[in-house]
């Protein structure tokens, strides 16, 4: 069964034999929420209402803290479904700010280096994004759950992390990146949607679910340095990096680049709009 926004007034059976498929909610995943987070309150209300201490629900494509959109939760059997759903592609709209690195290249951490922008215009982004198109090697980022020699990445990440804010090195070493294997991806499709050459306003992700929204998550506030701003639709295969392709979309600019925001619009047939909010899935399980 699939319980997305056109299901609002629906009251679900108590019993999750009754749906022998199990049940796949689409998600508009918050603001500063991890996946994890959503999976925590939704499995607490599902286990309340099916009366099941142990029932599987988990997801299908996890989503940054900082990144919102489309997040599929399994719930009961559609949990083997999850792999399948993680083959589909994905739509995202990335805002990608130019003139800067972070080492985590979103806004989690802060900034660790500053490139010229001279090279970054409207008109350079819409002649170097046909080339991003098809069959690539892409790096991933060193804060990711990437294994090197059986350790992630984000814990050599924050070795690394910690030698900068501890004066033990001058800036991030995001060469440590290399020691990752590097991963076949598609991009499908590129479209340029918006350029703000002297950057965006501070965008503010107002939510009405603030009691799940994690205040560990660090957010940098970069508005004041008016970096040149794109906001770019990018269609992928599964085990892409939007964060990465950032990157790589500075560097072929002649200067670096991190994620200012990323929304993730579709998952295979799956679309942002017919998501429901965390409070609307909490409200038909608990009913």
Same mark, same amino acid.
């Given at each position: 069964?699939?319980?997305?926004?056109?299901?609002?007034?629906?009251?679900?059976?108590?019993?999750?034999?009754?749906?022998?498929?199990?049940?796949?909610?689409?998600?508009?995943?918050?603001?500063?929420?991890?996946?994890?987070?959503?999976?925590?309150?939704?499995?607490?209300?599902?286990?309340?209402?099916?009366?099941?201490?142990?029932?599987?629900?988990?997801?299908?494509?996890?989503?940054?803290?900082?990144?919102?959109?489309?997040?599929?939760?399994?719930?009961?059997?559609?949990?083997?479904?999850? /792999?399948?759903?993680? &083959?589909?592609?994905? *739509?995202? =709209?990335?805002?990608? %700010?130019?003139? $800067?690195?972070? #080492? @985590?290249?979103?806004?989690?951490? /802060?900034?660790?280096? &500053?490139?010229?922008? *001279?090279? =970054?215009?409207?008109? %350079?982004?819409? $002649?170097?994004? #046909? @080339?991003?198109?098809?069959?690539? /090697?892409?790096?991933?980022?060193?804060?990711?759950?990437?294994?090197?020699?059986?350790?992630?990445?984000?814990?050599?990440?924050?070795?690394?992390?910690?030698?900068?804010?501890?004066?033990?090195?001058?800036?991030?070493?995001?060469?440590?990146?290399?020691?990752?294997?590097?991963?076949?991806?598609?991009?499908?499709?590129?479209?340029?949607?918006?350029?703000?050459?002297?950057?965006?306003?501070?965008?503010?992700?107002?939510?009405?679910?603030?009691?799940?929204?994690?205040?560990?998550?660090?957010?940098?506030?970069?508005?004041?340095?008016?970096?040149?701003?794109?906001?770019?639709?990018?269609?992928?295969?599964?085990?892409?990096?939007?964060?990465?392709?950032?990157?790589?979309?500075?560097?072929?600019?002649?200067?670096?680049?991190?994620?200012?925001?990323?929304?993730?619009?579709?998952?295979?047939?799956?679309?942002?709009?017919?998501?429901?909010?965390?409070?609307?899935?909490?409200?038909?399980?608990?009913?």
């Amino acid at each position: 069964m699939i319980l997305d926004n056109r299901h609002l007034d629906i009251v679900l059976s108590d019993s999750i034999d009754d749906y022998p498929e199990g049940i796949v909610v689409p998600v508009d995943k918050p603001y500063r929420w991890t996946s994890a987070d959503v999976i925590r309150k939704l499995k607490y209300c599902a286990c309340r209402h099916f009366h099941k201490k142990n029932l599987k629900v988990g997801h299908a494509g996890t989503l940054d803290p900082l990144a919102t959109g489309v997040l599929l939760v399994c719930i009961g059997k559609a949990t083997r479904q999850a /792999e399948e759903f993680q &083959r589909h592609e994905k *739509e995202y =709209v990335a805002g990608v %700010a130019f003139g $800067a690195t972070t #080492p @985590s290249y979103d806004l989690e951490k /802060e900034i660790d280096a &500053r490139y010229p922008t *001279e090279g =970054v215009s409207e008109d %350079a982004l819409k $002649a170097v994004l #046909p @080339s991003f198109i098809g069959i690539q /090697e892409q790096v991933a980022p060193l804060f990711s759950a990437k294994s090197v020699d059986g350790v992630r990445a984000y814990e050599l990440a924050r070795k690394e992390w910690k030698k900068m804010k501890s004066g033990d090195a001058a800036e991030f070493d995001h060469s440590v990146a290399d020691l990752l294997s590097k991963q076949m991806i598609e991009i499908r499709e590129m479209e340029l949607l918006r350029f703000w050459p002297e950057g965006v306003p501070s965008k503010q992700y107002e939510t009405s679910e603030e009691d799940g929204r994690n205040l560990r998550i660090n957010v940098t506030d970069n508005s004041q340095l008016h970096l040149p701003q794109a906001d770019i639709r990018v269609v992928c295969s599964k085990g892409t990096y939007v964060r990465a392709l950032a990157r790589d979309l500075g560097e072929a600019l002649g200067s670096g680049a991190h994620l200012a925001s990323l929304r993730r619009t579709r998952t295979g047939g799956f679309r942002v709009e017919d998501a429901l909010s965390v409070d609307a899935a909490v409200r038909i399980l608990t009913r």
